[in-house]
């Protein structure tokens, strides 16, 4: 989990003329239907496929772009992988259905308002607001391909493997050897040598290699000119009338890109994203949810990652991450307190603020403005050290809120698991 964290929170803190400007890092994600679309207008082969959002549209939509398939593909769009091997929270097994296309409308009922639970998703499931319909094609060959932009080299990297359409960590773990990186040079853009490397790792069994070539660079153009930062295709495939299309789509974009990038950035679904996210966001908090119960305020990444491991030390679970900053105002700490309270998970908050350039008397003074707006049902357990500490305590206990103040971080943690625990 910390690494996870720690990949999204690296290269947080930027350094704009001369300024730390915390910001977190989030990515603009897209449905698969949106990312075909995308992929078809530079040319790269995908099924034929409509998406709908409700019952009522199916019928027609197959009569306009379906009147003579006898079967077609049912694909819940969720901004999440691992949909085929999914559960619905309605029993339905597998996000993803291969159906005679009278068949399509009563299995896309089972689909849409339904949450689908995957490997990617988490235990709450994403719930499935659109249907994509596809073609069905005959597919001899799946593949993997993918897109995205490597450390080490500093630049996009082709990945590429032979065998897809399951899940590619699986893959990897099983036989390493299989998937080829090719490295792209940036300045240069992908040569006939590049694309031809990753044609040979894929090892067509059918498909034009020279075809198979141009769709490669296509695929490259797309993602240099759209901003991407993740273009991965599982599977890739190849059908039984020799073609490559891309069966699977998802694409990921540079956030820093968004000026310039205005049509995808309109794509942005946040009924998927985590509702505590898009409330942070708002509020230009650098937050990130969890699945335990200890809700934590904190200051400073370094300082609430350290929190977070001190609250597990001690047996607990954090709720999420929260670095509120180093120069919250006021009301980015009422809300902030506000995602913790209403956070139904949270059976204990705990405030653990080193006040350096962010002062101890603001954060009490948010907290209390805070417990006035939203009735605190959970205890709260505070730490304050540093800039104005003695104003900051008491503001807190001139509140006459029922706080539980801790001397040390230890303390603090201790008394937050207890707290959570009874
Ligand atoms: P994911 O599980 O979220 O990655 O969803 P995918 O879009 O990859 O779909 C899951 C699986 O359905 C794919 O790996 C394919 O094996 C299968 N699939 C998707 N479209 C077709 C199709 O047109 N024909 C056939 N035969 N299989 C398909
Ligand atoms: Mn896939």
């Not at 609250?311 to 105002?329: E, M, Q, R, W, Y």
């Amino acid at each position: 989990m910390v690494r996870a964290l720690l990949k999204r929170l690296v290269s947080n803190t930027l350094t704009v003329a001369g300024k730390p400007q915390h910001h977190q890092l989030r990515r603009l994600n897209i449905h698969e239907y949106q990312g075909s679309e995308l992929m078809s207008k530079y040319g790269v082969n995908v099924p034929r496929g409509v998406a709908v959002s409700s019952v009522e549209e199916i019928k027609k939509a197959i009569q306009e772009v379906f009147p003579k398939e006898n079967e077609l593909v049912v694909k819940s769009q969720i901004l999440a992988g691992g949909r085929g091997l999914g559960t619905f929270k309605n029993g339905l097994k597998g996000g993803v259905h291969i159906v005679k296309a009278d068949e399509a409308e009563q299995i896309a009922g089972k689909m849409l308002g339904q949450i689908l639970v995957t490997k990617q998703t988490g235990s709450q499931g994403k719930v499935v607001s659109k249907v994509y319909i596809c073609e069905k094609l005959s597919l001899i060959n799946e593949m993997y391909f993918a897109i995205t932009l490597d450390r080490k080299t500093a630049g996009p990297i082709i990945i590429a493997c032979s065998k897809g359409g399951t899940s590619i960590e699986d893959l990897a773990e099983k036989y390493p050897d299989m998937i080829i990186k090719v490295p792209i040079d940036v300045f240069q853009g992908i040569t006939d040598e590049d694309a031809a490397k990753v044609v040979d790792g894929l090892a067509l069994k059918a498909a034009d290699k020279n075809a198979a070539i141009d769709q490669v660079k296509k695929l490259y153009k797309l993602f240099c000119s759209c901003d991407c930062t993740l273009l991965e295709i599982n599977p890739l495939a190849e059908t039984s009338d020799s073609q490559l299309v891309a069966a699977d789509a998802k694409l990921n974009f540079d956030d820093n890109a968004a000026y310039r990038q205005k049509e995808i950035f309109a794509l942005r679904d946040p009924t998927q994203e985590d509702p505590r996210e898009v409330t942070a966001a708002k509020a230009d908090l650098n937050y990130i949810g969890l699945d335990g119960e200890i809700g934590c305020m904190v200051n400073g990444a370094g300082l609430a990652m350290a929190t977070m491991d001190i609250i597990k030390l001690h047996g607990g679970t954090p709720a999420n991450f929260l670095d509120v900053g180093g120069n919250a105002s006021e009301s980015q700490v009422v809300e902030a307190f506000k995602i913790l309270t209403s956070d139904e998970k949270v059976k204990a908050i705990l405030v653990n603020i080193f006040g350096g350039i962010m002062r101890c008397d603001i954060i009490a003074s948010g907290i209390v403005n805070a417990a006035k707006q939203v009735s605190l049902k959970v205890p709260v357990v505070v730490r304050l050290e540093g800039t104005n500490v003695d104003q900051g305590k008491r503001i807190l206990k001139e509140s006459g809120l029922a706080l539980v103040t801790a001397e040390d971080l230890d303390d603090a943690a201790e008394k937050a698991v207890k707290a959570a625990a009874s």
